[in-house]
């Protein structure tokens, strides 16, 4: 039998959430940290720039940071954004905590469950850019349902940006870069912006590499770097 864990969380877009167990500080971070740092999506404002104790220009969200490379070095870099990072898996939150404590940061929120939930609770145009960065590419045909990018979804995104904002996705998985692309050719709200090859195999600028695409180029896999504008 599944526990109820699993049960909760199988028809969302994430597989588990706990993997080892953390370690005591890792841990007592989600405990103590978590709960100032969480968007509330009762009390979300309809200014997101009111989510930071710091003035912010504008917000942006990641959805699943991983290992929060990429969330801590934009947050760091941009420190007048305001950056709300998605992560349901617990080791990767911790790191994201544990980044944010380090480095002092103040202009991070962070949201530990399904990103469908936050993105419908977001006001209408309030975000200047989503990313979805290396997303879990459930490679089995009978997973494909799972993918995070999907008409729907792309709908959620496209409510919550403003016009003329980003969506970028990244991927080294060419089943998953052809079925985002299929879904935002025929998505009434994005256009794709690539205008030669390098547009799309290069990464973008100041992109700070991940985990995952470490990864994928050991595997002698490439990443692929999409950026999709909201009509």
Do not use: C
């Not at 995104?157 to 003329?164: D, T």
């Amino acid at each position: 039998m599944m526990s109820d864990e699993a049960m909760r969380y199988e028809g969302s877009f994430f597989g588990r959430r706990r993997g080892k167990p953390l370690r005591a500080g890792r841990a007592a971070l989600i405990a103590d940290d978590l709960p100032e740092l969480k968007v509330d999506l009762a009390a979300v404002p309809d200014d997101l720039g009111a989510l930071f104790p710091v003035p912010v220009r504008e917000v942006r969200l990641e959805i699943g940071f991983g290992g929060a490379e990429h969330l801590l070095h934009e947050a760091t870099q941009n420190p007048d954004v305001g950056f709300i990072g998605v992560e349901p898996f617990l080791a990767g939150l911790a790191k994201g905590l544990a980044g944010i404590e380090r480095l002092g940061l103040r202009n991070v929120r962070l949201y530990d469950d399904d990103a469908t939930q936050l993105l419908d609770a977001l006001p209408e145009a309030s975000l200047a850019r989503v990313d979805l960065l290396y997303p879990d590419p459930w490679p089995k045909t009978r997973h494909w349902k799972r993918r995070f990018v999907s008409d729907q979804n792309l709908g959620r995104i496209a409510r919550a940006l403003k016009a003329g904002a980003p969506f970028r996705f990244a991927s080294d998985i060419d089943t998953y870069v052809a079925w985002t692309l299929e879904h935002a050719r025929r998505s009434p709200d994005f256009e794709w912006t690539a205008a030669k090859a390098d547009d799309w195999r290069r990464p973008w600028a100041g992109w700070p590499g991940t985990r995952y695409e470490a990864k994928a180029i050991r595997e002698g896999r490439r990443g692929n770097y999409l950026v999709f504008r909201r009509l």
